[in-house]
């Protein structure tokens, strides 16, 4: 019974806390979002985030599976896209930078969650959630967080997408983004595709990548994430004013996420339980950053 109120008492907290991250934002940025059904669109993409999230929960926790979670925060990306696009095409017709920026998170979710779909069902299992999926109240926390994830993220396409006021034309900042977007995409799914390919490879069972991308940064596929999100941030340098600003906290939150909390932090501490006495792994992990690539383009 203790460990109930406990989970219970945790999974309250973090629905309180996102709660009042969620509603904070929405109201801050709502400055030029159109209304549809007399409510803010910016609201109405909130709540379907955190919604479809939920919805999602039900049927995984009855059958104790994280199997298509990925798959539900990328269906949730690109169904908040078209949410946004509609609910702002009832005030004009979608600018093009609308439809670039749309058109790229699109990209962006699909191959994402597909590759973790795909790794899931190859591996079996995500570690992550094995003590979560044990209780429907413990495992309603990473679905709620994924919320979260969702909509700080994809804030920025939010705000740009329910604008009211016409959207200014395309300029240099856009380009400098998009160029952003590209490099960042390009680095995570090249990253991804290469640990993929080495642990195929029966010979690297038990060992820890450190070719290619690996060979630069520990975690290039989370530095290409990082900056997927900062190109999306700067296609609203154009056109965002006042608190609408407050949106380029989105890829601020991937970094922190990323780098502090649920990413880096837990992947380092395993490499450090299987490795930590190698002294191969300990050197590797001495002269590579974690983070931004160490190029060593001019080394003999």
């Known amino acids: 019974m203790s460990t109930t109120k406990t989970d219970l008492k945790r999974t309250t907290i973090v629905v309180i806390i996102v709660t009042l991250i969620v509603s904070l934002i929405s109201i801050s940025v709502d400055v030029n979002s159109v209304n549809i059904f007399g409510y803010s669109a910016i609201i109405v993409c909130a709540i379907s985030t955190i919604g479809i999230q939920l919805l999602a929960w039900i049927p995984a926790s009855i059958l104790k599976t994280e199997k298509f979670y990925d798959m539900t925060g990328g269906f949730t990306y690109i169904a908040i896209v078209f949410l946004s696009l509609w609910t702002g095409s009832q005030y004009e017709a979608p600018s093009v930078r609308e439809l670039i920026v749309s058109i790229l998170v699109v990209i962006w979710a699909i191959r994402l969650s597909s590759f973790l779909y795909l790794r899931i069902h190859r591996v079996g299992k995500d570690g992550r959630f094995d003590e979560l999926k044990k209780t429907p109240t413990r495992f309603l926390v990473p679905w709620i967080v994924q919320g979260l994830w969702v909509f700080l993220t994809m804030n920025v396409v939010i705000v740009i997408n329910t604008q009211s006021n016409s959207a200014p034309p395309l300029g240099i900042w856009d380009f ?60 609203g340098i154009s056109c965002f004013s006042g608190l609408e600003m407050i949106s380029w906290i989105s890829p601020i939150f991937v970094y922190l996420l990323l780098t502090k909390i649920s990413g880096i932090p837990i992947l380092d501490r395993r490499a450090l339980e299987k490795w930590g006495k190698n002294p191969d792994y300990l050197s590797y992990r001495d002269k590579t950053p974690q983070l931004i690539p160490k190029l060593s383009l001019f080394k003999r």
């Open 176 to 235: 400098v983004a998009l160029i952003i977007w590209v490099l960042g995409f390009s680095i995570e799914v090249i990253a991804d595709s290469q640990k993929t390919k080495f642990n195929m490879i029966a010979e690297n069972k038990g060992k820890w990548i450190q070719d290619g991308l690996w060979s630069m940064s520990r975690h290039p596929n989370y530095f290409g994430e990082i900056l997927v999100w900062t190109g999306i941030a700067f296609f």
